[in-house]
């Protein structure tokens, strides 16, 4: 056999080799990318992409230890989304369900925690100092009070109540308390088109139904456009 029989065997060899090991290690690589897919799923909402309520609590707490009193939680309720379920169909509450999570995840940036904690229920944890919350909580108004179209072309009018809570405003870190406390705020503010910044009264507010009830008499900001 001549040296070039030789190293020519001797490569195609290895070229063997190397393709049986490769075989199997594609296979669970394709395994694991599936696997990731999957367990990514299993955390976002199908409808709107958001996160799902354990995944948002999750990365809205290392939110909340990383940017300490610069964090902001705010809590979004649909308003009057029965009506548009009842009326124009299931159809239609989902295109409006899926706007408001573009609009949300549009709003708040991909550092941001945006999650639909279920229903006609949102959440926001990001970084917002106190110098830009009244800005942008105005600006969060008139984007949710934007009529959304539909697939046939319909446009339906929507609205959104919007709560918000800050760690110096409540006087805690805790993201249950913020978020307690940013619901009864949105509550203050339900159906006025403006948003309500909490503050340590409402973390005392008791809750009616699972829902806390909201307190007249604090800061709103922004009216729907």
């Keep these: 056999m001549s040296s ?39 955390k976002r909402d199908p409808l709107t992409g958001l996160l799902r ?3 948002y609590t999750a990365r809205a707490r290392r939110l909340l230890a990383r ?6 939680v705010v809590m ?25 999570g573009a609009r949300l995840t549009a709003w708040a940036g991909p550092r941001a925690s945006v999650g639909r904690l279920g229903g006609d229920e949102f959440a926001v ?30 446009t339906v009018d929507v609205a959104a109540s919007v709560g918000a809570a800050a760690p110096a405003s409540v006087g805690s870190r805790d993201l249950a308390v913020l978020q307690r406390a940013a619901d009864a705020a949105l509550y203050d503010g339900k159906h006025s088109g403006r948003a309500v910044l909490a503050t340590r009264q409402h973390v005392a507010v008791p809750s009616i139904n699972g829902r806390r009830a909201g307190r007249p008499g604090t800061a709103v900001w922004g009216r729907a456009a």
């Design 125 to 154: 944890v990001l970084e917002l100092t106190s110098d830009r919350r009244v800005h942008r909580l105005e600006q969060l108004v008139r984007m949710l009070h934007t009529p959304v179209t539909l697939d046939d072309g319909r």
């Design 67 to 72: 940017h300490g009193d610069d964090t902001t």
């Design 4 to 42: 070039l029989t030789r190293v020519q065997s001797v490569f195609g060899q290895r070229t063997l080799l190397l393709t049986t090991a490769a075989l199997p290690l594609t296979g669970w690589t394709l395994h694991a990318l599936a696997l990731h897919r999957r367990l990514a799923a299993t």
């Design 76 to 100: 979004v309720d649909a308003d009057r989304f029965k009506d548009i379920n009842d009326g124009l169909g299931h159809a239609a509450g989902d295109t409006v369900l899926a706007a408001i």
């Design 53 to 55: 309520r354990d995944a």
